[in-house]
């Protein structure tokens, strides 16, 4: 199975997603070609080699004399619906912008069909996100992974004013997925990137077991200094195995002075938010005391509340917190009948 991984140490966006695509193999002009079945609009693609930190990589502009900067989810179905693409193409693209704006539309207390797209409404987005859908067809790949997603700071100056980032549809649509902390200031994920990853991918964190055949560098415009603006986007085939990753997070406490009697208790509050797994291990700490280590294994959307559960429900003072994979065998369920009924 044709796997493509998206390796975001820099973060993404819709650009640098069509150079990583271009750069792993996508020919510019078929990706064109296909992009012209957009009918009634203007718009010219460039794809120019660039260097970043020594790294070869493919930096992306889209220029349009588009100046709609607003438009709303049901207007862009529109101009998609009148176009000459295949259905398969047109249902993705706009799984990606219903993914966006149902995020939109709970930052700002609203519907999605009542959301009106200011930076994501011009015709550039919208060829970034085809052109994203198209791309993986055109590589054939069947299944998309991503990496965690850097964490920046600062702000960023948008059509609603000044906003933190990550901008709060980004944090909306990102929902769940793993983060990392970075020391870069500025934006790093925009929403159309964001999009893009969270409809396509299966999963956020460590890639799958694959065989890599191309490499692709899409190049973003910032200068971040730190690091290269590049996202790195791997192509190739998934191994023979049932077994795949599983990003999860395992807290742990070590308690030497709480009633043994409790741990019953904090372990149904515990699986009660969500916990995959709650264990007790005997162990010794100063003085050779006698104390229990609790092990909480969860993932990233129940980890918040665990950690909860553990600081007011135990004695504890401090919690350890550890990234880490799951490899599951698949499972299924069977009603059979033996002869003991």
């Known amino acids: 199975m044709k796997t493509g991984y998206f390796d975001c140490f820099s973060g993404a966006s819709g650009d640098m997603i069509l150079g990583a695509l271009i750069a792993a193999g996508v020919p510019k002009e078929a990706l064109v070609a296909e992009l012209r079945r957009i009918r009634g609009i203007e718009w010219e693609l ?22 709609a900067h607003e438009r709303s989810f049901n207007e862009i179905c529109a101009i998609l619906d009148d176009s000459e693409l295949s259905r398969e193409t047109l249902d993705r693209a706009k799984a990606i912008f219903r ?3 149902v995020a939109e539309a709970t930052v700002h207390g609203t519907t999605p069909e009542r959301i009106h797209f200011h930076e994501l409404g011009g015709l550039d987005s919208v060829l970034d996100i085809v052109g994203a859908v198209i ?6 790949i069947e299944k998309v992974y991503a990496s965690a ?10 059509a609603h004013g000044v906003l933190p980032v990550p901008a709060p549809a980004v944090v909306e649509i990102l929902k769940d997925v793993p983060f990392y902390a970075t020391d870069v200031e500025g934006e790093l994920i925009t929403p159309t990137g964001a999009g893009i990853l969270k409809a396509c991918a299966e999963s956020f964190g460590a890639p799958p077991p694959f065989s890599v055949q191309s490499i692709g560098y899409g190049s973003g415009t910032r200068d971040l200094g730190t690091r290269p603006n590049l996202l790195r986007l791997l192509v190739g085939t998934a191994t023979t195995t049932a077994l795949q990753a599983q990003p999860l997070t395992l807290l742990e406490t070590n308690i030497d002075d709480m009633n043994p009697e409790l741990y019953d208790y904090v372990m149904e ?14 162990i010794h700490m100063k003085k050779n005391r006698p104390a229990t280590l609790l092990s909480v294994l969860c993932d990233a959307g129940t980890s918040g509340e665990a950690l909860q559960v553990l600081l007011r429900e135990t004695t504890t003072l401090g919690v350890r917190s550890h990234a880490l994979e799951r490899f599951c065998r698949p499972r ?4 059979v009948e033996t002869e003991f009924g």
Do not use: E, K, N, Y
């Not at 460039?46 to 100046?67: E, F, K, N, T, Y």
């Not at 791309?135 to 054939?140: E, K």
């Not at 515990?270 to 005997?282: H, I, M, S």
């Open 46 to 67: 460039s794809a120019d080699s660039v260097v970043r930190s020594g790294i070869s990589a493919v930096q992306v502009r889209l220029s349009s004399p588009d100046h």
């Open 99 to 101: 993914v966006i704006a």
């Open 135 to 140: 791309g993986l067809q055109l590589l054939g």
């Open 149 to 158: 997603m850097p964490l920046s700071h600062g702000t960023i100056r948008c």
């Open 269 to 282: 509050r515990l699986f009660a938010v969500g916990a995959l797994d709650v264990f007790l291990t005997p």
């Open 332 to 335: 299924t369920s069977h009603t």
